[in-house]
C-alpha cells in the first residue's frame, strides 16, 4: 500500500495537557466565574454550555448593530442597482433573507466583515466574560486575531460548516497554544435552526488531525480521520443548543461543526477568541492580537482602532498577491470569495470558486 503523503498542515505532534489541564486557579471568585464542575467539564469535554450567562438586554447592542449592517449591505446592494428594495420591513431574523433571494451573495458581504462595531468590541472585553476566559488562559489575555459574525441564512451553503479543527486554520507553531472561543448566539439557537456540534472529548490527544481543502473556504476533516486518528467515537457526538444568553465555550482542538438551518430564520452567532498574550500569535504573521487584560499592567485600553487597521480579508488577500506575484486588482466591494493561507496547509481535494481562486493563480506562477 503506498504510503499517505502527509500535508504541511500535520505534525503529528501532541499536546495533550495544554487542553485538558486548567492553569493554576487563584483563591477567589470574580463575577460570573465557571464553578470548579464546569471549569473541569470545559478541560474534560472539550466545551461547555453556560447558560444564562447574559441578560439578553445585554445583548440588546450587539443585535441592534447587527440590524445597522444587514441596513448598510441592503443600501449598497440597493444604490449599486443590483436590488430593487432595501426589504427596511423584515426585521432581524428575516431581512437578510430577503436581501439573500435578492442578490445571492449577501450573506456572504457580512461574514466578510473586517471591522467590529463598538457594541461587538465591549462584548469582547466584557468584564464577567474576561473573568470566565482568565479561569481557562491565565491573568495576560488578548483577543485573537480571528472573530466571525456568523449569519447563518436556511439552505445557505456557505455557512454550513463542516467538521474541523480551528487550529488547522493556524500557524503549526501555534498547535500548542490554547485558544479559548466564546460562541455568542444572538437568537435561541436549536437542532433545527444550525446550532453546533461537538465530538465530546475529541481534544484530549491535543492533535490536530489531518484536514482536506475545502468545502467552500472551510477546512474539512473526515469522520473516518476523526475515529482513526483523533480516537473519536462518533456515535457520542453531542449537539449542543445554545439559548440566547447562554455562551458557549470551546478550545481550538475540539473537531465541531454546525448542522444546517432548516427554519425560515437566520440563525446569527458570533464568536470571539482568546490567547494568552505571551504566547505567539496563529495568524501567519498577518494579523496580531490585542491585549486586553493583564495582571501586570492593570490599566491596559484595548487598542481597538489598531485591531480594526488591519482587516483580515484585505490582508489575505494582499499576502496571496505578494505571495504568487498575482496581478493587483481594484478592491472589489462585491466580490463575495474567501481565500485564505490555510488553504496550503492541507491537500485539495474538493474544488470550487473560493479554492480554485486561490490555486489557479498558484499554478500559472510556477508554470509561467
Ligand atoms: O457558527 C458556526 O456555524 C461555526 C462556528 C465555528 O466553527 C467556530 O466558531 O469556530
Ligand atoms: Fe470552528
Redesign the pocket.
Known amino acids: 500500500m503506498a504510503a499517505e503523503v502527509l500535508p504541511p498542515g500535520f505534525t503529528a505532534k501532541t499536546y495533550p495537557e495544554v487542553f485538558t489541564q486548567p492553569p493554576t486557579q487563584p483563591k477567589g471568585n470574580k463575577p460570573g466565574q465557571l464553578t470548579k464542575e464546569q471549569l473541569d467539564k470545559y478541560f474534560d469535554q472539550g466545551y461547555l454550555l453556560v447558560e444564562n450567562f447574559f441578560d439578553p438586554v445585554e445583548l440588546e447592542p450587539c443585535q441592534s448593530a447587527i440590524n445597522d449592517l444587514v441596513n448598510d449591505v441592503a443600501e449598497k446592494l440597493y444604490k449599486a442597482g443590483k436590488t430593487t428594495s432595501l426589504y427596511g420591513e423584515f426585521g432581524f431574523e428575516k431581512r437578510l433573507i430577503e436581501i439573500e433571494k435578492a442578490w445571492p451573495g449577501a450573506v456572504m458581504l457580512l461574514l466578510k466583515l473586517g471591522k467590529l462595531p463598538q457594541a461587538f468590541r465591549d462584548l469582547w472585553s466584557h468584564d464577567r466574560l474576561l473573568n470566565v476566559v482568565e479561569q481557562i488562559v491565565g491573568p495576560e489575555i488578548s483577543a485573537h486575531a480571528v472573530w466571525n459574525l456568523r449569519p447563518k441564512a436556511p439552505g445557505h451553503t456557505e455557512t454550513l ?1 463542516p467538521w ?1 479543527q ?1 487550529s488547522a486554520y493556524f500557524d503549526v507553531d501555534t498547535y500548542n497554544v490554547h485558544v479559548c472561543t466564546a460562541w455568542i448566539p444572538f437568537v435561541n439557537t436549536t437542532k433545527e435552526n444550525g446550532c453546533m456540534e461537538f465530538a465530546t472529548g475529541g481534544h484530549k490527544k491535543g492533535l490536530v488531525g489531518v484536514h482536506q481543502c475545502c468545502e467552500n473556504f472551510y477546512l474539512m476533516l473526515d469522520e473516518n480521520e476523526m475515529e482513526k486518528r483523533l480516537d473519536i467515537d462518533l456515535s457520542k457526538t453531542e449537539v449542543v443548543e445554545a439559548p440566547l444568553g447562554s455562551i458557549l465555550l470551546f478550545n481550538n482542538v475540539i473537531p ?1 461543526r454546525s448542522i444546517p438551518n432548516v427554519t425560515d430564520s437566520v440563525r446569527w452567532s458570533v464568536d470571539f477568541r482568546w490567547q494568552d498574550t505571551r504566547k505567539p500569535w496563529g495568524f501567519y504573521g498577518l494579523k496580531k492580537g490585542i491585549p486586553l487584560r493583564s495582571a501586570i499592567d492593570h490599566d491596559i485600553k484595548p487598542d481597538w482602532d489598531e485591531y480594526d487597521k488591519a482587516d483580515r480579508y484585505k490582508i489575505q488577500k494582499q499576502y496571496e498577491i505578494e505571495k504568487f506575484h498575482k496581478e493587483e486588482e481594484p478592491t472589489d466591494e462585491f466580490d463575495v470569495t474567501i481565500t485564505g493561507p490555510w488553504f496550503e496547509k492541507y491537500h485539495v481535494t474538493k474544488h470550487n470558486e473560493h479554492v480554485d481562486a486561490y490555486n489557479t493563480e498558484k499554478e500559472n506562477k510556477t508554470n509561467p
Open positions: 460548516v474541523h480551528d465541531h
